[in-house]
């Protein structure tokens, strides 16, 4: 832990200061501003998803990519380390803040995840964010991610779901 944090996640080059950053930056409770109400966003103090990525074959991760964590049950989660996530985390509360659309994802209607997707990316790409109800009234960030303006649309196709709520 000693190393200092980069300033912003558009720095980030290493999973060391991913994992640095989402902890100093993220890990915790946010109160943010979404269409008039205050809403709490909550990362997990282990989140993985940000910085990131599910791969077939973990066999194939060089050891310095490899990202891990305890997933319950005596399970661990093996993914492969992405810095286009990474450089991302920064976008990931404005984005909830001023989503373009919403739409409702898998799960029981009592505890189903919502699917957010913001704003154009410099890149040219949408981000979507993954949210799940809780703890209490809160909301816990799954996933953020960059996806195709084809993927977009088909969202802003989808029926959507009231968020906040």
């Known amino acids: 832990m000693g190393s200092a944090v980069v300033a912003t996640s558009g720095d980030i080059s290493t999973l060391a200061e991913a994992r640095e950053y989402y902890r100093a930056k993220l890990a915790r409770s946010h109160s943010i501003q979404c269409r008039d109400v205050t809403v709490e966003i909550v990362f997990d103090h282990d989140g993985t998803h940000l910085f990131s990525v599910e791969v077939d074959d973990i066999e194939a991760i060089p050891d310095s990519e490899l990202v891990t964590r305890n997933i319950g049950g005596g399970k661990r989660e093996c993914r492969q380390f992405s810095v286009e996530r990474a450089r991302m985390m920064d976008k990931v509360l404005p ?17 189903r995840n919502l699917v957010l997707h913001g704003y154009r990316l410099d890149c040219g790409r949408y ?3 993954v ?10 960030c799954l996933s953020a991610f960059a996806v195709t303006e084809v993927a977009y649309i088909e969202a802003r196709r989808a029926q959507p779901a009231k968020f906040p709520r």
Do not use: H, K
Request: with cysteine; proline share 13%.
């Open 95 to 111: 984005v909830i803040s001023q989503f373009t659309c919403c739409y409702a994802g898998f799960g029981p209607p009592s505890r």
């Open 127 to 129: 981000m979507r964010v």
């Open 131 to 140: 949210l799940r109800p809780g703890p209490g009234r809160a909301w816990t």
